[in-house]
């Protein structure tokens, strides 16, 4: 059974940083993603990456300011937050095994990120 599990997340002021990872269990996946929900708005795509690592995407909302990376070995994303800003506060979620669909199989429970201005 497939499992993935964030953590990382927490409280932090503008201009700080976060470093989210997802640990992935009982499989693994070519691709992996990013997505968070603001309270009262709809889940939005963050950032993805791939197997090798060798191709990310990024939201323009924060491009320049996040980093996606994974390391295979571990089978864990991650993701690197700087220059937070109050509009990344969400619960941040990632997300495995995207379907013909365009649908995500696998989601993890999330985890509450926060920015105080």
């Known amino acids: 059974q497939v499992h993935l599990v964030e953590s990382g997340g927490g409280l932090v002021q503008a201009g700080g940083s976060l470093r989210l990872s997802c640990a992935a269990s009982?499989?693994?996946?070519?691709?992996m993603y990013w997505f968070r929900q603001a309270p009262g708005k709809e889940r939005e795509f963050v950032s993805s990456?791939?197997?090798?690592?060798?191709?990310?995407v990024y939201a323009d909302s924060v491009k320049g300011r996040f980093t996606i990376s994974r390391d295979n070995a571990k089978n864990t994303m991650y993701l690197q937050m700087n220059t937070l800003k109050p509009e990344d506060t969400a619960v941040y979620y990632c997300?495995?095994?995207?379907?013909?669909?365009?649908?995500?199989?696998?989601w993890g429970q999330g985890t509450q990120v926060t920015v105080s201005s």
């Open positions: 997300a495995g095994g995207r379907n013909s669909r365009g649908e995500y199989d696998y």
């Open positions: 009982g499989g693994t996946f070519s691709t």
């Open positions: 990456i791939s197997w090798s690592g060798s191709s990310t």
